[in-house]
């Protein structure tokens, strides 16, 4: 069991560090393919910070696991919610706008509650997959589209972050393709080591595989998102730390859960539906009181969002 868990651990390093350097590349490549920064922050940054999500997910549908599957995406979207958001706000609180209450918090709520009806029949098909596929699409246009009504303010914002994370070139180059490709290896070895270590611990201490999804992997799946998050927060960027949480549970349900059951059809435990998806979805209905208060979420509230976070799992386990 010692051995299981050096290989979860290293699993979660080789994981963190591909998707930092799959982010870093993927993103300088839009920026100097003329992508603006805003657009590079709200869906490559989103997506190349759930690519650990996603490869685990999809390892485990492949290795014929998906109660990992499904654990680790309710376990991570719970994750940046409670731990994520809570441990920032500790940090620095976050002043939001208005746009982020009324457009991206009912679009991260509606795609989750979405599984209601596609997973009650105990399965997600390879038609479900394809409908959150096609809801990633629609997402993806609209954010496009959507660009040119954004504030200054936050057009700003997206283009400081990415000049100071080392984001943004104007030309292309091949030490990027490096960057993308080297990181796609290591994601893809870490999920291997992930999902192998996270099963037999399971097996060993009898647990079922959700729950070790729901919690170690899930926490060791979101350290890009709270890395990023954390930055973010320390550069007052905090429409950037919050547009992150949001765009990583909109790409953890449609992408990842869309990829992985067109993979391998995912067998979702009615117990899923009951608990684990409620409380996800109790989660992110409590945001829309916290940062309808001042548009800000301060720090008593974001010690309240981690003490929600504990709570839940704790409950779920």
């Not at 990842?256 to 989660?283: D, Q």
């Amino acid at each position: 069991m010692i051995g299981d868990v050096v290989l979860l651990i290293c699993g979660i390093g080789v994981l963190y560090y591909g998707a930092e350097w799959l982010v870093r590349g993927a993103a300088r490549l839009a920026a100097s393919l003329g992508v603006s920064p805003i657009v590079v922050g709200l869906t490559v940054v989103s997506f190349g910070t759930s690519a650990p999500e996603l490869v685990v997910c999809t390892v485990a549908a492949l290795g014929g696991n998906p109660d990992l599957a499904i654990g680790n995406v309710m376990g991570s979207n719970l994750a940046n919610i409670g731990l994520i958001l809570g441990v920032t706000a500790l940090v620095r609180p976050l002043d939001v706008r208005e746009r982020v209450v009324w457009r991206e918090m009912p679009l991260m709520l509606l795609v989750t509650l979405a599984l209601y009806p596609l997973a009650w029949d105990g399965v997600l098909s390879r038609g479900d997959g394809v409908l959150l596929l096609f809801a990633l699409v629609a997402y993806l246009i609209f954010v496009f589209y959507s660009v040119e009504d954004e504030a200054p303010e936050i057009l700003g914002e997206y283009e400081e972050f990415m000049k100071e994370s080392d984001r943004t070139t104007s030309l292309v180059s091949g030490t990027d393709v490096l960057w993308v490709i080297a990181g796609s290896v290591c994601l893809v070895l870490g999920g291997i080591c992930i999902v192998e270590g996270a099963v037999e611990i399971a097996s060993s201490l009898g647990i079922s595989e959700v729950v070790i999804g729901l919690t170690v992997v899930a926490v060791g799946t979101s350290l890009p998102e709270l890395a990023t998050s954390l930055v973010a927060a320390l550069r007052s960027e905090a429409d950037i730390a919050v547009g992150n949480v949001i765009g990583s549970n909109i790409f953890n349900v449609a992408a990842i859960l869309g990829t992985a059951s067109v993979v391998s059809p995912l067998a979702i435990p009615s117990h899923v539906l009951t608990r684990e998806l409620v409380v996800v979805v109790a989660m992110s209905l409590l945001l829309f009181p916290i940062l309808r208060t001042r548009w800000r979420i301060r720090r008593w509230e974001g010690a309240l969002l981690l003490a929600c976070y504990v709570g839940a799992v704790t409950w779920l386990l």
